[in-house]
Antibody, heavy 122, light 107 residues
Framework: EVQLVESGGGLVQSGRSLRLSCAAS????????MNWVRQSPGKGLEWVAG????????GYADSVKGRFIISRDNAKNSVDLQMHSLRPEDTAVYYC???????????????WGQGTMVTVSS | DIQMTQSPSTLSASVGDRVTITCRAS??????LAWYQQKPGKAPTLLIY???ILQSGVPSRFRGSGSGTGFTLTINSLQPDDFATYYC?????????FGQGTKVEVK
């Protein structure tokens, strides 16, 4: 069974850092790009960052570029999101997602984790 | 960046109705569009990818169509389990962009 389990969420003060992790299982991890998608309370979905299967390509939403860093460890089947200079508007449930296929350019998310809540206090 | 405009934001319907949700892209995304369903307190699930291909296990009452900049999700004969929020997603370019969501509620 394909599974994604996020961890690392919590309450943090504005301006501080936090690192989220996603543990993957049930599929060939380095064959698939991975992403982080977030959802602020009562709001819609926002793609945050993505990374290719071998980790040579990545992309970020404008709202987090320069503050967040996505990385992966294919030996440990995990993907991380390092978040710096956190702001109250970063408060959200953060979901880890798996790409359906092997393409970096044209691939969508077929499996989602249960999410981890990040709350940034001012 | 590509912007996605989804409509309506809320849709009231009854069991057995046919419902249609529209997503419009600010520039052509070819057929690189997906639809997701989300229920309260749960992660989204993939319904349709590449405009019209049903994800495994998704009932055939869900249908996607369109190309370029205009796309539609149709649910034929709405079932009780279908009351949820639906999102489109463009994956033609980075940054990926979701539509604002459409809540399908009981009429």
């Amino acid at each position: 069974e394909v599974q994604l389990v996020e961890s690392g969420g919590g309450l943090v003060q504005s301006g501080r850092s936090l690192r989220l992790s996603c543990a993957a299982s049930g599929f060939t991890f380095d064959d698939h790009g991975m992403n982080w998608v977030r959802q602020s309370p009562g709001k819609g979905l926002e793609w945050v960052a993505g990374i290719s299967g071998v980790g040579d390509r990545n992309g970020y939403a404008d709202s987090v570029k320069g503050r967040f860093i996505i990385s992966r460890d294919n030996a440990k089947n995990s993907v991380d999101l390092q978040m710096h200079s956190l702001r109250p508007e970063d408060t959200a449930v953060y979901y880890c997602t798996k790409n359906r296929g092997k393409s970096w350019f044209h691939d969508t998310f077929d499996v989602w984790g249960q999410g981890t809540m990040v709350t940034v206090s001012s | 960046d590509i912007q996605m405009t989804q409509s309506p934001s809320t849709l009231s319907a009854s069991v057995g109705d046919r419902v249609t949700i529209t997503c419009r892209a600010s520039q052509s995304i070819s057929s690189w569009l997906a639809w997701y369903q989300q229920k309260p307190g749960k992660a989204p699930t993939l319904l349709i990818y590449q405009t019209s291909i049903l994800q495994s296990g998704v009932p055939s009452r869900f249908r996607g169509s369109g190309s370029g900049t205009g796309f539609t999700l149709t649910i034929n004969s709405l079932q009780p389990d279908d009351f949820a929020t639906y999102y489109c997603l463009q994956y033609n370019t980075y940054p990926r962009q979701f539509g604002q969501g459409t809540k399908v509620e009981v009429k």
